[in-house]
């Protein structure tokens, strides 16, 4: 595998929105959940509690069923720093989000996990959310490269700071898979190293 497999240009698919403002870690997945020991089966449990609170809620919805770009509002994945959060929404299916802010170790978390996090101005977000919501089965672009979001005729500023978008499009998020990809290298230069291979 190479870095060419991890590149996030452009996401392509379906819309989910949820509305409101600082919706904390918490709420994406409850603390209890934090006791598993592997994160496999945690997307079913994304927003557990909210959805049983209120049957409405997108999570809920069979028409957001498949759908993988979340539009949020303002300080989303604020609270605890857990990494369960970013990783319940992407193995419910979520591979992009839009708001207008994050939290700042949620927006690392997705980072580290190849979820690009983009910010829109509150007018576009209200607009995407309601547009979503009337044609839940129009797909919409996230394209990180030009950072802009793409729904139907309309062009919306979406931006990311430099470096994650340097990462996310380069496709070298992944920190694991730029070790593996750089084994050989490493191999040579521990090699010339006497404090590894010279005692």
Known sequence: MTTTDFKRRQLSGRGIPVTGN??????????????????????????EDAKKQNPEHPFNQPVYKGASVLVVGQNFGCGSSREHAPQALMRWGISAIVGGSFGEIFFGNCVML?????????????????????????????????????????????????GPRNQLVAGTWDSTAVLIEAGAAIEATAAKLPYVSGY
Do not use: S, Y
């Open 22 to 47: 600082d919706i904390d870690t918490d709420r994406i997945i409850p603390a209890r959940f934090l006791k598993a020991v592997t994160f496999e089966g945690m997307g079913e449990h994304a927003f």
């Open 114 to 162: 190849g979820i690009p996090c983009l910010v829109a101005t509150q007018a576009d977000l209200e607009w995407l959310q309601k547009a979503i919501g009337r044609e839940p089965k129009t797909p919409l672009t996230v394209d990180v490269e030009k950072q802009e979001v793409r729904f139907g005729d309309r062009v919306i500023k979406a931006t990311v700071p430099d």
